[in-house]
């Protein structure tokens, strides 16, 4: 499998540097230093680090939230408090936590720690863009009827909080069913919520009823 690629966000230039040099030096290349490249990179395999200062890490990780993105985040700083790294673990679901500049051990150890929950994320990551290229296929109403399926409602409902009639809704139905190439609502759940990690077919009314597993 390959190595992970990473970006650094930090706005001192000498510390970026000596960090990505330390990384380049355990085989990892670096893909960008703006974090404005961030969004095209998703959902590659790559690591943020980003300096923890201010509310820094903060804000990288509501814009990403905001952005529908998910990346593997390692802050890092001089001497953190253990509060602060619990918070960062805890509050912005960061995979580790680095106390920069450190020796070469210290740093594998902390890429380490963190390698399962990151290739965890890089999964998740992958399955998604696989699930939102297949809706990306419907058309917005197909998208509504679907979220009506997964929602448990029947034909009828789906047309009365749509504002359409039972057999165009029959129409979209038919029409989702051929796009995702199944034959039915249970396999569009169950193929859905293979690729989709939000979804969990135990939590959809519709997929309990339709005795689908998950």
């Given amino acids: 499998m390959a ?34 490249e961030i969004a095209e990179l998703w959902p590659a395999r790559c690591q943020i680090f980003v300096h923890d200062e201010g509310d820094r890490l903060g804000e990288l990780h509501a814009w990403l939230e905001r952005g529908g993105m998910r990346f593997p985040l390692i802050p890092y ?18 995979v580790g936590y680095l106390d920069w500049p450190c020796a070469h051990d210290r740093l594998c150890r902390t890429l380490a720690l963190g390698a399962d929950k990151a290739e965890e994320i890089f999964r998740r990551n992958q399955a998604y863009a696989r699930s939102r290229a297949l809706v990306e296929v419907l058309t917005p109403r197909e998208q509504e009827v679907l979220a009506g399926i997964f929602n448990g409602c029947t034909g009828k409902e789906i047309a009365r909080d749509l504002g359409l009639s039972p ?6 139905r038919a029409n989702i069913f051929t796009k995702l190439d199944v034959r039915n609502a249970v396999e569009a759940v169950r193929l859905l919520a293979e690729k989709l990690p939000e979804l969990d077919a135990e939590d ?5 009823l339709a005795g689908v597993e998950g």
């Fill in 3 to 36: 190595q992970p690629k990473f970006i650094i966000v930090d706005p001192d230039f000498t510390r970026q540097r000596d960090l990505a040099c330390a990384l380049a030096g355990l085989g990892l290349s670096h893909s960008a230093a703006d974090p404005r």
């Fill in 77 to 94: 700083s001089s001497a953190p408090s253990i509060e602060r790294v619990v918070e960062a673990l805890h509050s912005y679901g960061a």
């Fill in 167 to 172: 057999r165009t809704v029959e129409t979209y």
């Fill in 204 to 208: 959809l009314r519709y997929a309990r």
